[in-house]
């Protein structure tokens, strides 16, 4: 199982400049947490909450 949190894209470029880098140090994209799965080939993927930034 993997458990992680997630932010979007989109999410990503709707966040300031100053903030970018601090939420992706604790957030992986949703892009490299699905490569992240697909390579670990686990079972089960429970993204426990993800960033709406910008919604």
């Known amino acids: 199982m993997v458990v992680h949190g997630r932010i ?8 300031s400049p100053d903030w970018q880098p601090c939420q992706h140090s604790s957030h992986t994209l949703t892009s ?9 080939r686990h079972g089960v993927l429970a993204p426990p909450h ?3 930034c910008g919604a």
């Open 8 to 15: 979007s894209e989109a999410g990503r470029k709707a966040l």
């Open 32 to 40: 490299e947490l699905a490569q992240i799965a697909s390579e670990a």
């Open 50 to 52: 993800v960033l709406h």
